[in-house]
């Protein structure tokens, strides 16, 4: 992985972490987390997978389904623990 990457997955968590005041799993992408919400049918997953997924179509198809499968462990864990 690239260094400016791993700054720009970086300053995403943070952001995200700063949008939800704290309550993002840790290490979790915005991208991550649209695919999450859209699988259990919340609101803001539904609103938010379409938007991030057209933003990077140049970057890769279904951005989202595989920043989620990337960060699978996060909820893994979430689920287990």
């Known amino acids: 992985m690239s260094p400016l990457l791993k700054v720009l997955i970086a300053v995403d968590v943070w952001i995200f972490r700063v949008i939800t ?3 993002a799993r840790p290490g979790e992408t915005m991208s991550a987390a649209a695919w999450h919400l859209e699988r259990r049918g919340k609101w803001q997953g539904k ?8 933003l990077f179509r140049w ?13 699978a462990h996060i909820y893994a864990e979430v689920s287990n623990g």
């Open 21 to 23: 005041f704290g309550r």
């Open 47 to 54: 609103l938010t997978r379409p938007l991030i997924d057209f």
């Open 59 to 71: 970057m890769e198809k279904d951005h989202c389904r595989k920043a989620w499968q990337w960060q």
